[in-house]
């Protein structure tokens, strides 16, 4: 198969192309990615002298560019580029419009024109909005985003939807959970406090960091993403959660305990604006339907997590002087 994998340098990108070259040895995988702040090559360096593996440095909004590669024939794409930031949205909310929505119609309108077999939407489980204390987000739950990048989320996952209605288009949505693990750019909750704790830093927490999130482990979202690829269903969304519900401060407090740094690092800072208090995702269609399992629980999770940022120092402080950006194509 020829994987046109859109976004595949930043954080969840570059862990589903590990994942696929060790997992399906056969396949080419073709990286598209623009290189924004959050694109980080370093994140595939063990990859990128493969003959399997091809990087192509182009936005996914410029037509032009990406055409000569589905003329040369794609059997699939699978599209997690996108502005994910929420507090970024807040500030640039037009940047995310024109990425997340105006990129995916582009993706799609390409792969219609010339007959991709399979389009496989990465979403986000901030599109159903916020729970309260307690229930689970569904497939069915309604659309209610409540940021600027949720809601642009939202819009790309309707023109998916809307191209498999209108014309027929094999095409999933994935709705994950919190992601964490290697490669996650420092600007996220857990290798931010990570950093920080490990050089004696304040941590800060928004609000009173109860807000809670279902946290699922980077490597059991690839292996969800590679069973719909292969089994989805066409027209489906797949809901993807790790069952592992914690609250920010929790998070936070494991992190400080393994690596033995004080609770006093902690600091509470004015809430984000339009905060979502919790999200939980039920995950029993993927379960049933394709026989997905996380590997990881929480606590496995988070102390492979911790291990790997400790070993990978360098690659930390090259994205926090920027220092990855010189060898940015």
């Not at 599109?127 to 949720?150: H, I, M, Q, R, W």
């Not at 790309?156 to 919190?178: P, Q």
């Not at 690596?259 to 379960?287: M, N, Q």
């Not at 988070?302 to 926090?320: G, L």
């Amino acid at each position: 198969m020829r994987l046109f994998i859109t976004g595949g340098a930043g954080f969840i990108g570059s862990n589903f192309i590990h994942y696929m070259m060790k997992h399906h040895p056969s396949y080419q995988l073709i990286n598209v990615d623009a290189l924004t702040y959050a694109g980080n090559l370093n994140n595939l360096s063990v990859v990128e002298k493969s003959d399997r593996y091809t990087f192509v440095h182009a936005d996914i909004n410029d037509r032009l560019k990406l055409e000569p590669l589905f003329q040369e024939g794609l059997d699939a794409v699978i599209n997690f580029a996108a502005e994910s930031h929420v507090d970024r949205s807040i500030k640039e909310p037009d940047i995310f419009v024109k990425s997340n929505v105006l990129g995916t119609q582009t993706l799609l309108d390409l792969s219609k024109q010339y007959g991709v077999s399979k389009f496989v939407q990465v979403s986000t489980d901030e599109v159903y909005g916020t729970l309260g204390a307690t229930g689970l987000f569904t497939e069915d739950t309604p659309l209610a985003p409540n940021s600027p990048y949720s809601a642009s989320k939202a819009g790309a996952d309707l023109l998916v939807r809307a191209y498999y209605e209108t014309f027929g288009m094999n095409v999933n949505v994935t709705r994950c959970s919190n992601n964490y693990g290697p490669y996650q750019f420092p600007e996220k909750l857990i290798p931010l406090m990570i950093h920080r704790a490990r050089n004696d830093l304040s941590l800060p927490v928004y609000g009173d960091g109860l807000n809670v999130r279902d946290w699922l482990y980077v490597e059991d979202h690839c292996h969800a993403i590679d069973l719909v690829l292969h089994q989805g269903a066409s027209g489906e969304v797949y809901n993807i959660g790790g069952r592992n519900e914690r609250n920010n401060l929790q998070v936070v407090r494991t992190i400080l305990e393994t690596l033995g740094k004080p609770e006093s690092l902690i600091t509470f800072v004015e809430d984000r604006l339009g905060h979502d208090r919790r999200y939980a995702i039920d995950a029993d269609k993927i379960r049933r339907e394709l026989g997905w399992e996380p590997k990881h629980n929480y606590e496995s999770g988070i102390k492979e997590t911790i291990d790997w940022y400790i070993r990978s120092e360098q690659w930390m402080n090259d994205c926090i002087t920027g220092a990855y950006r010189t060898r940015q194509v």
